[in-house]
């Protein structure tokens, strides 16, 4: 639709400043209240015309009964909208149905401030600054436990049968309890699936990593659908190797080169950082594991006055390592060069320094699933080179990988 030259120019022969477009009396709350209302008496008349066609209507004199006020919230501010009523009291309009108080999209905008780690006290400020509307607390309280009902939803979905690569991450958040804060754990699943495309599993709190946690996180992921995971790539966590051993028993745990090199950069200078992840790469792109021992003996030749916490690192878990060396060059890359789960956890961490705590857990698995939903709307495309790598797990895991 195009709008009439002569017709712009007659809203806006009055403009003098920003405030006369955007302001609490502006021409687009005026604009956006009278196309509103109209639509409304539109919806009316197809409703009456409607009942009239109608071979046995109760009432066929039905007609307009005036007006009633009400109050909705939206981008321009609050407006009083005036809807039409009919004389039997069947018409129920779709544009703004009965007992809404907010505009369509008024509801996401709470929750996108939510998911960028607002709390409560910041997001009424904030709807109050940019829209000129005061919301409360208990109605961000309730838009936002509408989530918990989604989550759940997600959280028990039906997933695929194989997943060529699992990683499994963890982040601290601190959460009020008997009148004290205390550090939980809330573990992540990212898969990459056949398509080689990022998924997020499943969220799990926990106080305490154990053997007996992870079976029941695995167990789970079973009863859902997964039969099959032929790489788990895990963070040093405790229990997991056994719980994996009983749930998927075929399945290769490798420690996450991903979070081994993050680590050891945590202990490096800024202006070392380069040099040494370039040194930590000649350990991890070795073609072989005899290869990757002698890297990481230069490595300590090099670096060990200065961090010599790295090589520790990296020897202390070389057990956990090795199994990285017998995969072909394809699906080594498929494994290290994914920043999925890097970025994943930047944007986590931007979320919760918003957060000194959470009163309940479900406020931070809220909190947390709706992060994690807008990060995922940009996991559209494969990871890079996934058909060589696809190729190669068709290879390495024949028997097992679907025909």
């Known amino acids: 639709m195009t709008f009439r030259p002569e017709l712009i120019d007659e809203l806006l022969k009055d403009y003098r400043n920003?405030?006369?477009?955007?302001?609490?009396?502006?021409?687009?709350?005026?604009?956006?209240?009278?196309?509103?209302?109209?639509?409304?008496?539109?919806?009316?008349?197809?409703?009456?015309?409607?009942?009239?066609?109608?071979?046995?209507a109760e009432n066929p004199k039905?007609?307009?009964?005036?007006?009633?006020k009400k109050t909705v919230k939206g981008e321009f501010g609050e407006s009083e909208i005036?809807?039409?009523?009919?004389?039997?009291?069947?018409?129920?309009?779709?544009?703004?149905?009965?007992?809404?108080?907010?505009?369509?999209?008024f509801d996401d905008k709470i929750l996108s401030l939510y998911a960028r780690g607002m709390t409560t006290r910041d997001i009424e400020a904030q709807l109050k600054d940019l829209y000129?509307?005061?919301?409360?607390?208990?109605?961000?309280?309730?838009?936002t436990e509408a989530v918990e009902v989604e989550r759940k939803l997600w959280q028990n979905r039906s997933l695929d049968e194989i997943y060529p690569i699992i990683y499994f991450d963890a982040l601290v958040v601190k959460v009020r309890h008997e009148g004290r804060v205390i550090n939980k754990a809330i573990h992540l699943a990212l898969g990459v699936n056949l398509a080689g495309q990022k998924e997020l599993l499943g969220l799990w709190m926990t106080q305490n990593e154990s053997s007996k946690f992870w079976l029941s996180v695995l167990t789970e992921l079973q009863?859902?659908?997964?039969?099959?995971?032929?790489?788990?790539c895990v963070d040093g966590l405790t229990g997991f190797p056994e719980a994996i051993e009983t749930v998927f028993p075929r399945t290769s745990v490798q420690l996450c080169i991903v979070h081994l090199v993050r680590n050891s950069l945590s202990y490096v200078s800024y202006k070392d950082r380069r040099t040494v992840a370039a040194d930590l790469k000649t350990i991890y792109s070795a073609a072989t594991e005899s290869e990757a021992e002698q890297a990481l003996l230069l490595f300590a030749q090099r670096w060990d006055?200065?961090?010599?916490?790295?090589?520790k690192s990296w020897m202390n878990h070389w057990q956990r390592i090795i199994p990285f060396f017998a995969f072909p060059?394809?699906?080594?890359?498929?494994?290290?060069?994914?920043?999925?789960?890097?970025?994943?956890?930047?944007?986590?961490?931007?979320?919760l320094r918003n957060h000194r705590s959470f009163p309940t857990d479900e406020s931070a698995m809220k909190v947390?699933?709706?992060?994690?939903?807008?990060?995922?709307?940009?996991?559209?495309?494969?990871?890079?080179?996934?058909?060589?790598a696809l190729n190669r797990f068709a290879i390495e895991f024949e028997g097992r990988f679907p025909m």
Request: aromatic letters at 6%; glycine letters at 6%.
């Open 223 to 232: 009863n859902r659908g997964v039969k099959d995971i032929f790489i788990a």
């Open 132 to 143: 000129g509307v005061e919301v409360s607390h208990t109605l961000i309280s309730n838009v």
């Open 82 to 105: 005036a809807i039409p009523r009919d004389r039997n009291g069947a018409f129920a309009p779709q544009l703004i149905q009965k007992g809404q108080t907010r505009f369509n999209g």
């Open 18 to 56: 920003p405030s006369d477009l955007m302001g609490e009396g502006g021409i687009f709350k005026q604009l956006s209240k009278a196309l509103i209302e109209r639509c409304l008496n539109a919806e009316l008349e197809t409703h009456l015309a409607e009942e009239r066609l109608e071979p046995e």
């Open 368 to 388: 947390i699933y709706l992060a994690i939903h807008n990060i995922s709307k940009k996991w559209t495309m494969p990871i890079r080179d996934w058909k060589a």
């Open 329 to 351: 060059g394809d699906i080594r890359k498929a494994i290290y060069t994914t920043n999925a789960i890097e970025s994943l956890n930047m944007t986590l961490r931007k979320v």
């Open 62 to 68: 039905n007609r307009r009964n005036g007006h009633s």
């Open 305 to 311: 006055k200065q961090y010599p916490m790295i090589s």
